[in-house]
Structure formats: C-alpha cells, structure tokens
C-alpha cells in the first residue's frame, strides 16, 4: 500500500522538516536529503493512486487487520480534506492501537501528521480537523507526557507549515492555541523560551505575514485565561471517553507580562526602518503610550508617522 510506503519513509526520516509535495508524472516516491529537510516528492499519478487504494479499501474493509485499516485512513488523510468519516476512524484506530503496543504509536502518529501539516499542498494543510488532530496529540505528547523534545518538533513543524503557507490560520491558530495553553498548566520553563525565539525568528523574516506577527501578538497580550482553561478540559475529556488512562495536566496560572519582548522588537522595527503596518500593530498594543513616543524620537520620519497612525488609531 503507497501509504505505508509513505508513512515508512517518515517514520525513517531523522530530519527536523519532511516536506511532502505532489510533483509530475509517474513512477515511485522520490526523496532528496538537504540540512535539515527531507523533501518527499509524490508523482502525481502515484498520488491518485494511493486515494484509489484508500477509497478501494473503504470501501470493502471485511477481513482487515487493524493495521490494513490504519494505514487507509493515512492514505485518506494525505489525499483528501475534511473527511470527517474517516478522521473518525482514524482516531478511533490510533487510540486502540496506543492502548494495545503502547505509547511509541503516539510518537509515530504525530511524526506523520506533522509532516502532513508542513506539506506544500495548500488543500491539506487547510484541513481545521488535522490541526485540532494534532491538538489532541499534542496534549498527550507534550502536555501530559511532558516532552521537551516533542514539544520542539510540534512548534518547529507548525512555524515551517505558516512559512510554506503565506497567512496560514490555521497553522497560526495552533500556534495561538499553544501560547495560550502554555499559560494555564506546569510546563517547563523553555517551552516558553522555545516559543517565543521561534516565533520572533519567523516573524523577522516575513514582515508582510498578518499570520504571524498575529501570533506573536497573543505571546506578547494576557489571552483569555476562562477559555483556555475550559477548551484544554473539553479535550482532555475527549481523549478519556476514548478510553486512554493518563493523568490530567496540572492546572498553574503563569504571569504573561511581555513588556521587554515588546519593547525589545519594537526597537528592532525601528532599527531596520520597518515600512510595514502589521508589526507595530502586534508590538505596540503590549506597550505603554509613553514608551512607544520615546523609542519613536530617534526613528526616521517615515517609520514615526507609520507608529503613530497606529497610536492614534489606538486610541479611537
């Protein structure tokens, strides 16, 4: 089945990225090494071929295995978006299969679902049930099993799906989604550091991504504690009616006062005589007024108009 085949080829990558796209032609999956990337290259023949083999599947599954069904609902999931049906089965499939060999299902689950969200196929990383999937995985990978590691992985993916995807929601939305978590639970302090480098670094490097600079935005606001607090406890409720027995992450209101990291990148905004409205709008909303005016008394005349449209614009 092609989608094993390519759920094997992920499962062997040691690379931070596995980029999947979909390329001409026919033939076998292709893969070409770089840094830290692994390009994964579909022939897009091949490509239709691993849906039939799905659909085909589906559509008569008598006499599978758990794993033949496993591995459908990946070809499905690689190939098609929101099928609500079959994500359905497949989260069904996976809880089952953690509970019977245990929790390196869950690692190799999240590798392929994360190199499915940094794919080059817009369609696919459009898909708001993959991203609340790796939600849930998340929770359980890095907020209950509390993995540094796998924390890293998550967010690295995640920012490299929003550099692929120019104003990526959905992608930033996870993003917002982790800030906010980060808040309300005991999680290590370099999650937060891991974060915030990551997110500035992005950030930096695509001044025109409202997506982006919409994230750092939440990083540097308070968020709404309430929320945060009630969407973690409705999926920590799903994951149990699954039947998974795990212990519920700790509940600790960290203080989210950003005021330096604010302050710090309006300095940079200044420095490199940044033309683009989006940033300051994320940047100077954590600042006070006063401060604001004063970093502005050096800046250029340009740069000084733009921050303070958007202080007046504030006020109003």
């Known amino acids: ?40 290259g579909i022939p897009k023949r091949t490509y239709l071929s691993m849906f039939k083999q799905a659909h085909d599947t589906w559509q008569d599954m008598s006499g599978m295995n758990i794993d033949d069904i496993y591995y459908m609902t990946l070809g499905y999931l690689i190939t ?25 299902v869950l690692a190799q689950e999240l590798q392929y679902i994360t190199s499915i969200l940094t794919c080059r196929m817009s369609r696919i990383n459009k898909s708001s049930s993959l991203w609340h999937w790796l939600k849930m995985l998340t929770v359980l990978s890095v907020y209950i099993n509390k993995s540094t ?8 993916r995640a920012i490299k799906s929003c550099e692929l995807h120019f104003a990526n929601y959905y992608g930033c939305n996870f993003l917002r989604w982790v800030i906010q978590i980060n808040r309300v639970i005991d999680v290590p302090v370099e999650f937060d550091d891991v974060l915030r480098k990551l997110v500035i670094s992005s950030c930096r490097t695509s001044l025109s991504d ?15 504690i309430e929320w945060t607090i009630n969407d973690l406890r409705r999926i920590v409720d799903s994951l149990r009616q699954e039947g998974l027995e795990f212990t519920s992450p700790v509940l600790q209101i960290r203080n989210t006062d950003h005021v330096a ?19 300051y709008k994320s940047v ?5 007024e006063k401060t604001v005016e004063e970093k502005l008394t050096n800046a250029s005349t340009k740069v000084r108009q733009l921050a ?8 109003n």
């Open 1 to 40: 089945m092609l989608a094993k085949e390519l759920f094997n080829i992920i499962g062997k990558s040691t690379k931070k990225y596995n980029i999947i796209s979909v390329i001409p032609g026919d033939g076998k999956i292709i893969t070409h090494e770089d840094e830290n990337v692994l390009e994964i």
């Open 210 to 224: 409202c997506g982006l600079w919409g994230v750092l935005q939440v990083y540097l606001s308070t968020g709404d």
């Open 261 to 279: 990291c604010a302050i710090e990148q309006l300095d940079w905004l200044i420095l490199v005589q940044c033309l683009v409205v989006t940033p």
């Open 284 to 288: 100077v909303q954590a600042i006070p």
């Open 80 to 104: 098609t978006n929101e099928h609500h049906t079959i994500l359905k089965l497949h989260r069904k499939v996976t809880f089952q299969l953690i509970q019977e060999r245990g929790w390196s």
């Open 308 to 315: 303070q449209e958007i202080l007046t614009s504030k006020k």
């Open 149 to 156: 590691s796998t924390y890293e992985l998550v967010i690295d």
